[in-house]
């Protein structure tokens, strides 16, 4: 196979960073909504919002966080840069869950959501297989 029809590394490093930092901050924005919009607010907004508790809105919110800064920080500080990737499985995991609500109160547009578990499983891939972050020798 010729070199150019190979992904470079470098190339895809830059990619996975593009794509960790979007994701990341998709997330981030989505799970802070969660806690700064009050939950009428919410609920008039998003459809599947009426159909599940409060409390499991905000622990929502607190997965998306959680995962948001995993996509992040760990790769950054390269301090147990393989919790990078799985981040990025437990988002995936988070928005097929979305979905399957969605579509079981009939929302047919949730299928459009699954750009995102893509994403996070492009990351994933990207991070545990083809270029994984060293964590920085002490």
Known sequence: MADSETPKPKALNITLWIAQILLAALFLMAGL????????EQRSKM?????ISEGLIHFAGIVEIA?????LLPSIL???PQLTPWAAVGLAIVMILAVIL?????????AVLL???AIALF??????????IAPKLN
């Open 33 to 40: 909504t969660k806690f700064t919009a009050s939950i009428e």
């Open 47 to 51: 459809e599947w919002a009426k159909h």
């Open 102 to 110: 969605n579509i079981s109160i009939g929302e047919t547009k949730a």
């Open 115 to 117: 750009v995102l578990p």
């Open 78 to 80: 390269r301090k147990k």
């Open 67 to 71: 995962g948001a800064l995993g996509l």
């Open 123 to 132: 990351i994933a891939w990207g991070r545990f297989k083809k270029v994984p």
